[in-house]
């Protein structure tokens, strides 16, 4: 299942200014706001809440996403294999449409679904498939009023 708008690269650290580090120079125009979450999910084994470390550098139209897990309870970020580097390729993402008909055909096919969080009404909607056999990395999907992706676009 490949579809939407892509939009963003993300990466997994464990030193989140380590990894602010790799954009100085290369495109990163201004300092990225760091923000600590506590994000609860919906998984195969019931809702968890996973604790991070994020910010997002926008460079043209690719965001790119840093992520420094500090409670990983499904090991959705810790399953993410090193490659010697401050920074690991972990997922790409997409915005979709129509979230409504995207989730029903998320059902209907065979990448299972390893998180997802839906925030209810014209909140933030976004999902993690479990693309890793297929394609090496999750697939994340977003769903997200015109209003809310100016904001992000204005981070």
């Not at 968890?48 to 309870?73: H, S, T």
């Not at 008909?101 to 065979?110: E, I, K, L, N, T």
């Amino acid at each position: 299942m490949l579809e939407g708008h892509l939009y963003q690269l993300g990466y997994v650290c464990d030193d989140l200014e380590e990894g602010i580090a790799q954009f100085r120079g290369r495109g990163m125009t201004h300092e990225p706001h760091i923000m600590e979450v506590d994000q609860p999910v919906d998984s195969p084994v019931g809702e968890v809440v996973n604790k991070m470390r994020l910010c997002f550098i926008w460079i043209g139209e690719m965001q790119y996403e840093l992520i420094q897990p500090l409670a990983d309870p499904l090991g959705i970020y810790g399953n993410c294999v090193s490659n010697g580097g401050p920074l690991r390729f972990h997922q790409i993402c997409m915005r979709v449409a129509d979230w409504g008909d995207f989730r029903a055909r998320v059902d209907q096919q065979d990448l299972p679904v390893a998180m997802e969080r839906d925030m209810g009404g014209d909140n933030l909607k976004f999902l993690y498939l479990d693309g890793r056999k297929q394609f090496g990395h999750y697939l994340e999907y977003t769903w997200m009023t015109d209003a809310a992706w100016d904001q992000i676009r204005a981070m």
